[in-house]
């Protein structure tokens, strides 16, 4: 009997085995997930603590290293970041009540919970970590991505992002390069195509207005224009007409030389106006479209924040929209200069000054 006993206990514990066995070779293999190193938390970074004017950037050592907290996002190792004009207007304060609600809709934090702010909307990286929803990329891959204002932004060693929010970067493009384009590149193509209406199949001999067409905006709307057959007429300072002339546009006018309005009255009027100056301009621009044509004018100088998903950060659009430095659009990147991260100040204060002759781009690494 215990012989009988002792054969049937070994056969049990021979199928028990042989059960988790044939469980285990049906069990998907582990997916692979590089993981922060636990002996560091924190970070470098560019902060500000309140708002105000450019004193209140302060760099810390001690900026917490963002974690995933949803399986759709993406840890990216800075490598070049840029500041742009909306990054100026944040540090002062502009649209904090719209994007304060952005963050906490639920009106849950007390005010001031947002600082430490990074501000910083464009990124060109590595890649180091994935959530587990994650499927186009993976530790190592380099990217770029455009950061919405509402997010911790890229002047620190590390950001996280939406994965919708990232592509892969053109191996044509260094990070430097990569990294003045994902902002302003996303807000031109939304005002140029998803509100004027405008692509490569209607553009050809469509006459376009650029006000400001020198500055990060301008450099790329006009690049998107000439590629689609347009006729652009570029407004900027005498000193940048070379800078748009490189650059494709068909006319020039030195908004210094003499009244803008009364200059633009000798030409034809537009099909499309894309305004990045504001102010003045929005009181006549409207008076050089084409009449009853459908014509269109874009300003993104105000209401910026208020029209932000219309005119500004739309997810994925490098994805689907923009393929830079292919045969379908060739876009030339245009850096007006590159700041090393201990002088991010600087750079803020450079931009602010306003005149731009393309971007102005941080290496972080």
């Not at 000798?266 to 006549?284: C, Q, R």
């Not at 084409?290 to 994805?319: C, E, H």
Request: with cysteine.
């Amino acid at each position: 009997m215990g012989f009988l006993r002792s054969c049937m206990l070994r056969r049990s514990a021979r199928t028990a085995a042989g059960f988790w066995r044939s469980q285990a070779a049906r069990q998907p293999p582990g997916r692979e997930i590089s993981t922060t190193c636990p002996r560091s938390t924190v970070m470098p970074a560019w902060v500000i603590d309140k708002y105000g004017k450019n004193e209140v950037l302060r760099f810390t050592q001690n900026m917490m290293i963002p974690v995933i907290h949803y399986p759709n996002e993406v840890i990216i190792k800075v490598h070049a970041a840029s500041v742009n004009p909306i990054d100026v207007n944040m540090r002062s304060g502009y649209g904090a009540t719209a994007l304060n609600m952005k963050r906490d809709p639920l009106h849950i934090k007390t005010k001031g919970e947002e600082f430490p702010l990074t501000l910083g909307r464009d990124v060109s990286g590595v890649v180091m970590e994935c959530g587990l929803d994650v499927r186009y990329f993976k530790p190592g891959d380099e990217v770029w991505a455009a950061v919405p204002p509402w997010k911790q932004g890229t002047l620190s060693e590390f950001v996280v992002v939406n994965g919708n929010e990232v592509s892969l970067k053109p191996k044509s493009l260094t990070h430097t390069q990569a990294a003045s384009l994902p902002y302003v590149a996303l807000t031109a193509w939304s005002a140029i195509n998803k509100v004027g209406g405008l692509n490569d199949k209607n553009c050809t001999g469509k006459r376009v207005l650029i006000l400001g067409a020198s500055g990060g905006v301008g450099t790329f709307a006009i690049q998107v224009m000439k590629a689609w057959d347009a006729h652009v007429t570029a407004v900027c300072s005498q000193d940048a007409s070379e800078l748009v002339r490189k650059l494709g546009a068909d006319d020039v006018i030195d908004y210094k030389s003499g009244n803008v309005e009364e200059q633009l009255k000798s030409l034809k009027p537009f099909d499309f106006i894309l305004d990045n100056v504001g102010g003045s301009t929005e009181t006549w621009a409207l008076n050089f479209l084409k009449k009853w044509s459908g014509a269109t004018y874009v300003t993104l100088v105000t209401p910026f924040l208020l029209n932000m998903d219309r005119l500004g950060i739309a997810d994925g659009m490098l994805q689907t929209g923009v393929t830079v430095g292919s045969k379908a659009l060739k876009i030339r990147p245009v850096i007006e200069k590159t700041f090393p991260f201990s002088q991010v100040p600087e750079a803020f204060l450079k931009v602010e000054r306003g005149h731009a002759r393309g971007k102005t781009v941080i290496n972080v690494v």
